[in-house]
């Protein structure tokens, strides 16, 4: 849509002065949040969240010393000289499995046989691997065969104290911190919390998001279009943000151009964390949520100086966070990532509240009339010409505000700065990368 030819004067929300800059905008929002409170959860739903308290081990981690190979338990000072050519031989005076305790004693001159993870038996302090051993390679993996009764093995390597051997604690030690609270719990530590025979863990919980889209020409998913109106793509792509950011998605629907029918489906959303709207915000006839949502509430609307993604509104409903969005769809997925998902990931106790980002080597020229931050959908790339393997980028088609096909094609928002006018090929910018976790 061309601007407008009226005078600047006579059109404010154009007036980029008046309008709130995005970091300023998104140091409000955030101050309104806090991590959420800790609860227990079993141990397998604690994934990706984070811990609430202190792992401390009450047990050494393996608690016992074992077998790193599968091999013969020797005393090292007995393989002293111990080569191919002239190997020593040393009586077998037991076979020793995993998961059961050591029966043997290896004194002077004798050896166990033994497997991965058993216990050392008394009197050994190294392992020599069945490799390096006269016992051929094709008798060791049955478990009964005439290598498990063999009554003398030959030694082809010299072993030294501790060769091939686990010490107890050498994982953890007891009353270790092994993990402390602020922790995200990604695979490696659930498996240590496993260890630690923690089957719950108490975390920051999820936070609930209520998704509300407004407008009497928004329809929901499965009913025919009529004429004039649209389907609701802007729930269901909020939904799946939230989901992705780490809080859990609730659907209110779509209120309909009604005070009342808006008023209602709003107080379905106050027991979430975060009540997330869109559309509404801006100055049409028919935008009444802001209306409704001064009258619900303390709600402030502001104009933000970015694109897409000017109009938004920021407050509480009956003590509930609201984040009132733009209705255009790229705008409210914008919107959402610059200002939804930082206080998502606030709420989830997490260090590192934005988005990823890197900088990349412009390949086209770029308009940025307006003075206000523009989020380019964009592809970003490999640079095959940079030996340190820097990155390019390019817009990834039209860049409406309601063209969501151009944001499907993008894999980062490329960020134009205020103050440029005009974003010229070989320009170094940075791009927010919303797909890679950021931890």
């Known amino acids: 849509m061309p601007e407008p030819d009226t005078p600047l004067a006579e ?4 007036d980029v002065a008046r309008m709130l800059g995005v970091d300023e905008a998104l140091e409000r929002i955030l101050a309104a949040f806090a991590r959420l409170p800790a609860q227990p959860v079993p141990l397998l739903e604690a994934l990706d969240l984070v811990l609430a308290e202190d792992a401390v081990a009450d047990s050494d981690i393996p608690p016992f010393r074992n077998s790193a190979m599968d091999g013969y338990a020797v005393r090292a000072a007995d393989t002293v000289g111990a080569r191919r050519t002239a190997p020593v031989c040393l009586d077998v005076v037991g076979n020793l499995a995993a998961g059961y305790s050591a029966s043997v004693r290896v004194g002077p001159g004798t050896a166990a046989r033994i497997m991965t993870g058993a216990p050392m038996p008394e009197g050994a302090d190294a392992v020599v691997r069945f490799e390096e051993t006269d016992e051929p390679a094709s008798t060791v993996d049955p478990p009964t065969n005439e290598a498990t009764r063999r009554p003398v093995v030959a030694v082809h390597r010299e072993a030294k104290p501790w060769d091939n051997v686990r010490a107890a604690g050498e994982d953890v030690r007891a009353a270790e911190t092994v993990l402390r609270a602020g922790t995200r719990l990604r695979p490696p530590e659930i498996g240590i919390l496993a260890a630690l025979n923690r089957a719950t863990v108490r975390v920051h919980r999820r936070p609930r998001v209520a998704i509300l889209s407004t407008g009497d020409e928004v329809i929901d998913v499965g009913p ?7 389907r609701n793509s802007n729930s269901y792509t909020l939904a799946a943000m939230v989901a992705r950011a780490g809080g859990v998605p609730e659907l209110l629907g779509v209120a309909r151009d009604q005070v009342t029918d808006l008023s209602h489906r709003l107080t379905a959303g106050r027991d979430a964390d975060l009540l997330v709207t869109s559309g509404g915000v801006s100055l049409g006839d028919y935008d009444m949520v802001k209306d409704v949502l001064r ?38 997925a914008v919107s959402f990532e610059q200002f939804g998902r930082p206080a998502i990931r606030k709420m989830l106790g997490r260090q590192k509240l934005g988005v990823p980002t890197v900088e990349a080597t412009l390949l086209e020229r770029l308009d940025n009339r307006g003075q206000r ?3 380019v959908r964009a592809r970003v790339d490999r640079d095959l010409s940079d030996p ?52």
Not at 406 to 430: D, I, T, W
């Open 224 to 230: 025919a279009l009529r004429p004039g109106q649209v």
């Open 11 to 14: 059109r404010p929300w154009e």
């Open 295 to 332: 009258a619900e509430g303390e709600i402030a609307i502001w104009q933000v100086r970015m694109k897409p993604g000017k109009p938004l509104a920021f407050g509480h409903v009956g003590g509930t966070p609201l984040l009132g969005l733009p209705g255009n769809p790229v705008a409210a």
């Open 388 to 439: 340190a393997g820097g990155y390019v980028v390019r817009a990834a088609g039209d860049q409406g505000a309601g063209v969501l096909s151009s944001l499907a094609r993008a894999n980062g928002l490329l960020v134009v700065p205020e103050y440029l006018e005009v974003a010229e090929p070989g320009m170094r910018l940075q791009v927010q990368m919303v797909d890679w976790d950021l931890g």
């Open 373 to 375: 931050r523009h989020y």
